[in-house]
Each structure stands twice: as C-alpha cells, then as structure tokens.
C-alpha cells in the first residue's frame, strides 16, 4: 500500500510550480507516525508530575481527605514518605483539633449560661430576703409606734431581743 502526497515546488519556471507526487510506502509512514507519537510520548513522559495537594486543599474537600488518608493507612511506607500522606494527616488533625474547640466553646457557653441562670437565682431570693426583711421592718415599727406586740421576726428585724422584750409576742409554735 502506498500513500500519494503532494507537495508544490517552488522554482522560477511554470514548470517547477507544478505539484510533485511523492509515494510513500506504508512502512514509511508507519515509522513516521511512530516517531512523532514517540516523541509526543516522550514529550508528555518529561512533564512534571502534578503538585501535591496542600494542607487548605484536603481542608475544604473532605471526600479527598478520606480517601488520600484510606490510601496512605494501606501503604505504610507511603504514609511516611508522600508529602500529599503528610498533608491529609495534617488537614485531618486540624479538623478534628477545630471540632474539638467548636465543641469546647459550646460546653463553655452552656456551662456559662449556667452560671448565669443559677447566679439570677441567687440575686432573685437575695432580693426577696432584703424585701421581706424591709417589710417586717415597716411593720414592727408601725406595731411598736402604735403601742402593739410584735413577732420575733418583727423584733429580730428592727434588731431587738425577743427574749428582752416586753411588746414580744412568742410564737405557739415553739
């Protein structure tokens, strides 16, 4: 099998601008179409591999990191020596590091939340205890003006002593 190519000559005269047929065998051109594929092969063989996925990389994907990590655990000497292992380990701690302090954050912000709600309590009961006490106050006065007997509470809150007392009134419960 032959191949018909033709190629224009150049020249001075018509004569020589006329196209010259060239036949090329089939082994011609199958060894010509093995060395420009070779040496494409060649060529693409020479690049520079990829560059190796950073840290941020396998941070924002997720699903790259599991199954760079899943490689890397299969392969231990790998897992020491890749710099895309090293990589997802360190993206992979990062993450669990960030989720660790998200969950602390949260476990401080209940616990401070807490804290707060319980101290509220506190100054609510504070509060009613300075309120009843400012009431038993008013009212054993008012008893005491008036020539009244007061209670022991009442007597306590102005800072008597029942047991002294003449205007005391003793409780039935005791």
Known sequence: MSITVWVPRTGDNDQMKAKTKIELS???????????GSLLGVLAGCSEPPEPRTIYAFEQDKAALDAKLLECFADSKMLRTDIECK?????????????????????????????????????AAAEAQRLQKERLIALGQQKLDAGLPITEAEALALGLDPENSVFVVKSEDQ
């Open 26 to 36: 089939h082994r011609c051109v199958a060894l010509r179409v093995g060395l420009v």
């Open 87 to 123: 990589n997802a380990r360190l993206a992979a701690s990062k993450i669990a590091r960030a989720e660790r302090e998200a969950r602390q954050s949260g476990m401080q912000q209940a616990s401070a939340r807490q804290v707060d709600a319980r101290r509220q309590q506190l100054d």
